[in-house]
T-cell receptor, first 112, second 111 residues
Framework: DTAVSQTPKYLVTQMGNDKSIKCEQN?????MYWYKQDSKKFLKIMFS???????INETVPNRFSPKSPDKAHLNLHINSLELGDSAVYFC???????????FGSGTRLTVV | QKEVEQNSGPLSVPEGAIASLNCTYS??????FFWYRQYSGKSPELIMF????GDKEDGRFTAQLNKASQYVSLLIRDSQPSDSATYLC???????????FGTGTRLTIIP
């Protein structure tokens, strides 16, 4: 199936831990994104990569570090997790220039 | 002022009626406009996009764009209970890959 896939779907972890979320797309898109959706359902962009290059880096704590090994993959590593990091994180991809995004199924992160 | 504004709802519409969802945006340079539907616990899925002033129809859905008024709307005709979801308006600027989302409108179709 052509899609954007993220793993894991659920992540429960303690404060202070480090965790990673992986994302892969097989749609042939050049651009990938990470969005955070908070408890009020507001979707806010965090990062965007175009062909492995960082093109959007919104105001996000340095504890969040994206990594794109190739244009089909965009991973998100989070250091020293805090309670406020609890949210749903969505990966998405799009063709460059036109069209909307295709979203992955999301990763629900709960920090306890 | 928020970049993309939507009434959060909830908006309740009887089954078979027309649901009207509205969105305003602040950046006059915005070039393309999108409507996403998000069911509870699921990811957003693209319903429609529109680039030019006027109406664009796709089945039961019609997107309307008025760039002078910085206003986008989505009409859903013959509303069905399966249309109950949160509808997200999103806007993309010129030469900018970033989609800026509104906070969404929660729509409930009453059987």
């Amino acid at each position: 199936d052509t899609a954007v896939s993220q793993t894991p779907k659920y992540l429960v972890t303690q404060m202070g831990n480090d965790k990673s979320i992986k994302c892969e797309q097989n749609l042939g898109h050049d651009t990938m994104y990470w969005y955070k959706q908070d408890s009020k359902k507001f979707l806010k962009i965090m990062f965007s990569y175009n062909n492995k290059e960082l093109i959007i880096n919104e105001t996000v704590p340095n504890r969040f570090s994206p990594k794109s090994p190739d244009k089909a993959h965009l991973n998100l590593h989070i250091n020293s997790l805090e309670l406020g990091d609890s949210a749903v994180y969505f990966c998405a991809s799009s063709p460059t220039g036109v069209g909307g995004y295709t979203f992955g199924s999301g990763t629900r992160l709960t920090v306890v | 002022q928020k970049e993309v504004e939507q009434n959060s709802g909830p908006l309740s519409v009887p089954e078979g009626a027309i649901a009207s969802l509205n969105c305003t945006y602040s950046d006059r340079g915005s070039q393309s406009f999108f409507w996403y539907r998000q069911y509870s616990g699921k990811s957003p899925e693209l319903i429609m996009f529109i680039y030019s002033n006027g109406d664009k129809e796709d089945g039961r859905f019609t997107a309307q764009l008025n760039k002078a008024s910085q206003y986008v709307s989505l009409l859903i005709r013959d509303s069905q209970p399966s249309d109950s979801a949160t509808y997200l308006c999103a806007v993309k600027g010129f030469g900018n890959e970033k989609l800026t989302f509104g906070t969404g409108t929660r729509l409930t179709i009453i059987p």
